[in-house]
């Protein structure tokens, strides 16, 4: 993986007309991060650290090597000056590490460090299982899933929830439900007709995957889910029940088509982020609306709060009028509740 510069940064011109860019891309981790910036100023009529983001991505873009230390306020031209701007650079750069948070990325930062190899080299710095794993896959989880490896894990995880409860209920959700080609994990649901029978399956499907030998990583999350709680008020990332977030090994040869890049190619494999929830079948219809996301789940919540003085999370459907939950086996039942036309989950990419 280690490859040398070639010649200084300070040698790169500052013109993109006086450098050679290929789509070849040495550096589409940084270039990536750079324009995810580049968009967020975009929105905040800030003009000068927009210009300056694209500027320094299309600087990397022309490199015909891989930067390994990427010390921006030395070596970039057309961004030292933003010193905010670097701060923010770097990090997006440490969140986008899988179980690395803006707590812990400020936290580096604050220790002078500004690079992957800076963290790594550092000492005193423990780093957890969950990160350990993050920068062991960094490449290929940072890497888009397509539609085609979301299939194929889906034949996977079909296969060993199945093999366990042959009545079990398998979605998928996220992303990949609206219709998304592409996408950074695949999220399912997996459930039991029986009640309470759900918590279990999910363990022992992560068992079977150990078993398999494709569980490179599992965070694992116990339900604390309590059924007399009112939905909350405010809109909260995480719900309440069994799920896991999993880096799964997945096999070319298990994949219809698709390409790869020649690091994976030459493996046979690449790791893929995988999110399994599972819920009481009770509550799977709150569940499969909140999972399918976007912006328009947000909405939903807000709508329900603000236009029909109702509480809707993952969990729940509460009326404050007649001070009861609402009950919902789909979600339709859900959207029927909200006095709402029903809308497809293709149609929900707000
Ligand atoms: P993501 O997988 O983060 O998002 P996505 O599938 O829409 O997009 P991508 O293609 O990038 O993966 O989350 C899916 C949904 O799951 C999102 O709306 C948030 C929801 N979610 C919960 O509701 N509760 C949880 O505890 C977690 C972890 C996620
Ligand atoms: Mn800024
Ligand atoms: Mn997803
Ligand atoms: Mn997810």
């Known amino acids: 993986q280690v490859s040398t510069t070639p010649t200084p940064m300070s040698t790169v011109s500052q013109y993109a007309c006086q450098r050679r860019t290929t789509t070849q891309n ?17 929105f905040n009529d800030m003009e000068g650290p927009c210009l300056a ?26 961004l030292g000056e933003h010193s905010m701007c670097v701060i923010e650079l770097i990090a997006s750069l440490f969140t986008s590490v899988f179980g690395v948070g803006p707590k812990t990325a400020e936290k580096w930062y604050r220790r002078g460090l500004r690079s992957f190899s800076d963290v790594l080299a550092e ?12 920068f062991l896959h960094y490449g290929d989880i940072s890497r888009a899933v397509s539609k085609a490896e979301a299939q ?29 080609d592409f996408g950074h994990d695949v999220d399912f649901i997996v459930t039991t007709p029986q009640l309470g029978k759900e918590e279990r399956l999910l363990t022992s499907v992560i068992d079977r995957l150990k078993h398999q030998g494709i569980l ?42 698709g390409l790869q890049t020649a690091e994976e190619d030459r493996r046979g494999w690449r790791a893929v982020r995988v999110d399994l929830v599972s819920p009481p079948v009770d509550r799977y219809a ?51 509740h909200l ?11 707000a």
């Open 339 to 349: 006095g709402l036309e029903y809308i497809e989950p293709w149609q929900r990419n």
């Open 152 to 180: 194929a894990l889906g034949n996977i995880i079909d296969e060993a929830v199945h093999a366990i409860t042959p009545d079990a209920i398998l979605t998928l959700t996220g992303g990949f439900r609206r219709g998304k």
């Open 123 to 134: 000492p005193s710095i423990h780093l957890n299982r969950m990160q350990q794993s993050g």
């Open 26 to 42: 040495n550096n589409k981790i940084f270039t990536d991060a750079f324009e995810v910036l580049a968009e967020s100023h975009e």
């Open 216 to 257: 490179l990583y599992c965070e694992y999350q116990a339900s604390t889910f309590d059924e007399s709680k009112l939905p909350s008020h405010r809109f909260e990332a995480m719900d309440h029940f069994a799920k896991c977030f999993l880096i799964l090994r997945l096999e070319d040869s298990q994949v219809d088509g």
């Open 286 to 336: 709150f569940t499969l609306l909140g999972w399918s996301g976007s912006r328009f789940e947000r909405d939903l919540r807000r709508f329900a709060r603000m236009e029909r003085r109702m509480l809707l999370d993952n969990h729940a459907l509460y009326d404050k009028t007649k001070k009861e939950f609402l009950a919902a086996t789909t979600e339709k039942d859900i959207f029927a």
């Open 53 to 78: 983001f694209r500027r320094a991505a299309s600087v990397l873009k022309s490199l015909p090597w891989t930067v390994q230390n990427l010390r921006v306020t030395e070596d970039l031209p057309c």
